[in-house]
């Protein structure tokens, strides 16, 4: 988001406003003006530190077995190929997604995000 500030965002507030007159009574409830929302309404979390972690899967294993380890050693996980990846942030499932090749790096594109709760 380098250099444009300008990205709206949608409105992620979930609580109603109080207009002070009940709802069946105000007759404009509906009507009210959407409040537009941007980049720059995030700066303060902007240098929030988070850990992202990509879990491809997971595979126990002995420790004599863990140090054997070496380069082009073929470790079998418990998922299957092209199955959904899941993301974490600070330790907590937030998406899934799938592990894309983007010129030469990997990268995960998510395609579901996890409400809390559904995991």
Do not use: C, W
């Amino acid at each position: 988001m380098a250099g444009n500030d300008d990205v709206d965002l949608p409105d992620l507030s979930h609580e109603p406003r109080d207009t002070g007159a009940p709802a069946l009574l105000n007759g404009d409830s509906n009507l009210e003006a959407e409040v537009k929302h941007s980049a720059q309404d995030l700066e303060a979390v902007f240098d929030v530190p988070v850990t992202v972690s990509a879990v491809l899967g997971k595979s126990a294993m002995e420790v004599s077995q863990l140090l054997k380890l070496a380069k082009g050693t073929i470790v079998e996980l418990d998922r299957k190929v092209g199955e959904a990846i899941d993301i974490y942030v600070n330790d907590r499932l937030v998406a899934r997604g799938e592990v894309v090749l983007v010129e030469d790096r990997l990268g995960v594109t998510m395609t579901e995000i996890i409400k809390a709760g559904q995991s």
